[in-house]
């Protein structure tokens, strides 16, 4: 969000779609990632605690990529997991209401160690101080429904209606690293889709990328290219993640799936499906394009992969040289 852009709440009518996204980032001890924006007249609540985020830029597709676009540029953060949480109607100095995406995001670093291009500082609090900090009713309203989520699904005690009501608006689980009662309360346990891509050159290699120090998952370890599914189908995903990440061009005539991963990180966190896809044949040479994510690319024999690597990709790699097409792990 520009700092020097005008406040959000403005003529919009009040029933205008959101054009505005936050994140809600929670770590393991039940904080919140709360950003004390600068006391300059004229933003948007100056002096104020709130949540990173900013307005959907002509180049977004959705308000997901506004989100992750907008964590990039005022913090360098790249979260694995974003999901759909609620829509905040923030008030405008006008009186004018104006909805924001929320999203939930799960995240345990130091918010020191981040570089911070706006605001003054970022700091991890329990949702029991906020009511002592200088911050939005509605963005203290929103951290206290989703830490009751939390804490109901952590500890499997049911949820009030409104917690419920807010559950059926987000069509998915707003904590996504967090045990789930979905079992016990009834709800589906919906699964994370990750798309991976294996490439073999002509010497049997395989292409690994070394992830940055600071990435929010496996961060200075070596994994493969891969993404999340946003409104697209795996195969769409992939080709897109290689043109992005490496500039590689794959025409999807030429994937084929190999192997899938199913697993969960610990006992009782939501699960993950990595879907793993091979291209016999692609177009150019991996570049780095994103140097907040990956810092190098590097073709490893199957038979002695780098140290240390994404225990799953190891699996998949395993597994695809075996002839296999799945594993689990993680579920006993």
Same mark, same amino acid.
């Given at each position: 969000m520009n700092e020097q852009t005008s406040p959000i709440g403005s003529a919009l009518p009040r029933a205008f779609p959101p054009a505005n996204a936050s994140a809600l980032i929670y770590n393991g001890s039940g904080e919140y990632l709360l950003h004390l924006r600068d006391e300059i007249p004229g933003i948007w609540e100056p002096g104020s605690w709130s949540l990173l985020g900013g307005g959907r830029e002509p180049d977004d597709r959705?308000? #997901?990529?506004t989100i992750r676009r907008e964590l990039r540029e005022e913090a360098g953060l790249d979260l694995p997991v974003l999901v759909p949480f609620a829509v905040e109607h923030a008030r405008g100095s006008d009186g004018t209401t104006v909805p924001i995406q929320i999203f939930a995001g799960h995240w345990s670093g130091d918010p020191t160690a981040l570089d911070l291009t706006e605001g003054v500082m970022l700091h991890w609090f329990p949702p029991e101080v906020m009511p002592r900090l200088r911050m939005p009713p509605s963005t203290r309203d929103l951290v206290r429904r989703h830490a009751e989520l939390l804490h109901a699904d952590r500890y499997g005690s049911a949820p009030s209606a409104t917690d419920a009501s807010a559950l059926t608006t987000a069509h998915r689980s707003p904590h996504p690293h967090t045990p789930?009662?979905?079992?016990?309360?009834?709800?589906?346990?919906?699964?994370?889709?990750?798309?991976?891509?294996?490439?073999e050159n002509t010497d049997g290699e395989v292409l690994l990328g070394l992830r940055h120090p600071d990435s929010a998952y496996a961060g200075s370890t070596w994994h493969f290219l891969a993404g999340h599914c946003e409104q697209e189908s795996a195969v769409a995903c992939l080709v897109r993640e290689a043109r992005e990440e490496a500039g590689l061009l794959i025409d999807p005539a030429d994937v084929t799936y190999v192997h899938a991963v199913h697993l969960v990180d610990t006992p009782g966190t939501q699960p993950r499906m990595q879907m793993v896809f091979r291209a016999r044949?692609?177009?150019?040479?991996? #570049?780095?394009? #994103?140097?907040?994510?990956?810092v190098a690319w590097s073709w490893w024999q199957p038979e002695t992969l780098p140290d240390p690597i994404v225990p799953y990709t190891r699996a998949a790699i395993e597994g695809?040289?075996?002839?296999?097409?799945?594993? #689990?792990?993680?579920?006993?």
């Open positions: 959705s308000l #997901e990529e789930s009662a979905a079992t016990a309360g009834g709800r589906a346990v919906l699964n994370v889709i990750g798309v991976h891509l294996y490439l044949h692609w177009t150019g040479t991996p #570049e780095i394009l #994103e140097p907040d994510k990956c695809i040289q075996a002839g296999r097409l799945y594993t #689990e792990m993680g579920w006993s």
